[in-house]
C-alpha cells in the first residue's frame, strides 16, 4: 500500500468516486431523457434503479479492488489464482482507454467554449450551429483542444493518488457544486422557469413503457461509471477503515443530485429562449445553450459573460474528474504489469489514448466520409464501450463477487473484518447476486437484439 499510495482522508474518497461518476452524460443525457421520458415518474424509475442495479455492481467493483490492492487486471489474478477471470480485467482497461479516448475529444470541445466563455465570444456569436460545426471539423482546433484536455489530465494522474487525485478532487468537487448551486438560482430567475420545471418534473406515468423503464435502467448503470473498474481500481487505494457501503450510496447520491440540479439549471434557461429545443447530446449544449445565453442576455454582457462562463466551466470540471478515473485505472495496470514509473507509464497512456482520440476527432472532419457500417471511428468508440464493453463488465463483476469469490471473504470487506454491523447485509447480498445481474443483463440484451434482427 505505502508503494502504491492510497487515499488519506474518507472526503477524498468519496469525492473522488463521485467525481469518476459525475460526467458529462450527467449534464447533457439525463435531463432530457427526465424530460422526454414522464419528467419526475422517470426519475421515480431512475432512483430505483440505481440502488437496485447500479450500486450493487458499484459495491462489487469496490470489494474487488480493496480485497486486491492492486490494478483491474492483476486483482482477478489475485483473487481468482490465475484463471480465466483476468480477461475480466483486460476487457475494463481496453473499454477504459476506449472510454478516454473519445471522451477526450468531447471535453475537448468544452475546453474551447469554456475558453469561447471566458472571452466573451458565445456572447458575440450569432450562427452557433455553423460556429460548432465549423470548430468540430478543423483539425487543428480539434486536436489542440482534445491534446490540451488529456494533458490536463495527465498532470493530475501523474502526481499519484494523494497529491493528485485526492487533492485536486477535494478543490475540484466542492467547484462544481457551488456553481451548480449558483447556477441553479440564476436559473430559477429567468421568465421561462415555470415552464421548464414543468417540463422536467411533471409526472407522465403514460410514458413509462417498457423501453422507457430499460431507458432509465441503463441510464442508472452508465451514469455511474461502473463496469470498466475505474472505480475498483479507486478501491484499491482505499484503507481498512473505509465503509463500502457507505461510501458508494454517497456516490450515487451525489451523482444523482448533480444529474437533477443540472435539469434544473438547463431547462428553464432552454425555454426561456424556445421550448423546442430539447434534444440530447453535443446539440444541447454546444448549440442551443450557447443560443439560449445571446438571445436571453442580449443587452446584458455581463449576465451572458458570467452565466456562459460558469456553465461551461462546470462541464470542464465534470469531464475532468471523469477523465483522471479512466486515466488512473490504464496507468495503474501499465505502471504495475510492466514495473514502470507512474510518471513513464500516465504518459504511455496519454499518448496512446490521444492518438486514439486524435482519429476520432478527425471523424467529424476530413475522415467524416470515412465510415463503417455507417459509422465513423469516434461512433464506434462510443457503441463498443456503452453498448457492450460495460454491460458485460458489470455482469462480470457481479458474478464474480456473487458467485466465485468466498462468501466469507466477500463479507468480511463489506463488514471491514467484522468491526461493522450491516442490517441489510443479506439483501445486499440478494442484489448482487441476483437483482443486479439480470437487470444488467436486460439492458445488455436491450442494446443487443435490435443488432440481431
Not at 154 to 176: A, D, F, N
Request: proline letters at 3%; glycine letters at 10%.
Amino acid at each position: 500500500m505505502s508503494d502504491r499510495g492510497s487515499f488519506n482522508s474518507k472526503l477524498g474518497i468519496v469525492l473522488a468516486s463521485a467525481g469518476s461518476a459525475v460526467g458529462l452524460g450527467n449534464i447533457w443525457r439525463f435531463p432530457t431523457e427526465v424530460g422526454s421520458n414522464g419528467g419526475a415518474a422517470f426519475i421515480l424509475v431512475y432512483l430505483a434503479f440505481v440502488f437496485l442495479f447500479a450500486m450493487p455492481v458499484m459495491v462489487g467493483e469496490f470489494v474487488i479492488g480493496r480485497a486486491s490492492h492492486t490494478n483491474t487486471v492483476d486483482a482477478y489474478r489475485k483473487l481468482a489464482g490465475g484463471s480465466k477471470w483476468v480477461l475480466a480485467g483486460y476487457l475494463g482497461v481496453l473499454g477504459g482507454a476506449m472510454v478516454l479516448s473519445f471522451y477526450s475529444v468531447v471535453a475537448g470541445w468544452t475546453l474551447k467554449y469554456t475558453f469561447d466563455s471566458l472571452t466573451g465570444q458565445i456572447c458575440w456569436d450569432a450562427d452557433h450551429a455553423g460556429v460548432f460545426s465549423g470548430f468540430v471539423s478543423s483539425p487543428v482546433l480539434s486536436l489542440t483542444c482534445m491534446a490540451a484536455f488529456m494533458a490536463a489530465s495527465h498532470l493530475v494522474v501523474v502526481r499519484g493518488v494523494h497529491e493528485g487525485i485526492e487533492r485536486y478532487s477535494k478543490l475540484m468537487m466542492p467547484m462544481l457544486l457551488v456553481i451548480i448551486m449558483v447556477l441553479v438560482c440564476c436559473s430559477l430567475a429567468m421568465p421561462g422557469a415555470g415552464k421548464g420545471l414543468s417540463f422536467l418534473f411533471h409526472p407522465d406515468f403514460s410514458k413509462v413503457t417498457a423501453p422507457v423503464v430499460l431507458s432509465a435502467m441503463g441510464q442508472a448503470f452508465f451514469s455511474l461509471s461502473v463496469g470498466l473498474g475505474c472505480l475498483g481500481t479507486y478501491a484499491s487505494y482505499f484503507g481498512k477503515n473505509t465503509r463500502l457501503v457507505r461510501s458508494a450510496f454517497n456516490v450515487c447520491a451525489i451523482d444523482t443530485l448533480v444529474a437533477v440540479t443540472c435539469g434544473i439549471i438547463i431547462f428553464p434557461a432552454v425555454f426561456s429562449v424556445d421550448s423546442a429545443q430539447v434534444d440530447a447530446g453535443p446539440g444541447l449544449v454546444f448549440i442551443t445553450l450557447p443560443r439560449v445565453f445571446h438571445t436571453a442576455f442580449s443587452g446584458m454582457p455581463v449576465l451572458c459573460y458570467s452565466f456562459s462562463s460558469l456553465f461551461y466551466l462546470l462541464l470542464l470540471l465534470a469531464a475532468l474528474t471523469s477523465s483522471i478515473s479512466m486515466h488512473e485505472l490504464c496507468t495503474a495496470f501499465v505502471s504495475e504489469k510492466y514495473g514502470m514509473a507512474r510518471s513513464r507509464a500516465a504518459g504511455l497512456v496519454t499518448v496512446v489514448c490521444s492518438l486514439f482520440g486524435a482519429a476520432c476527432a478527425m471523424s467529424f472532419g476530413p475522415w467524416k466520409d470515412m465510415t463503417f457500417l455507417g459509422m465513423g471511428v469516434f461512433d464506434w468508440f462510443d457503441f463498443l464501450t456503452a453498448k457492450f464493453i460495460m454491460p458485460l463488465g458489470g455482469l462480470l463483476i457481479t458474478a464474480f463477487v456473487g458467485w466465485y469469490m468466498d462468501r466469507e471473504m466477500v463479507e468480511s470487506q463489506l463488514t471491514n473484518w467484522g468491526t461493522l454491523r450491516i442490517r441489510s447485509l443479506r439483501i445486499l447480498m440478494l442484489l448482487i447476486r441476483w437483482v443486479a445481474p439480470i437487470g444488467v443483463g436486460l439492458v445488455f440484451l436491450n442494446e443487443l437484439l435490435p443488432l440481431l434482427r
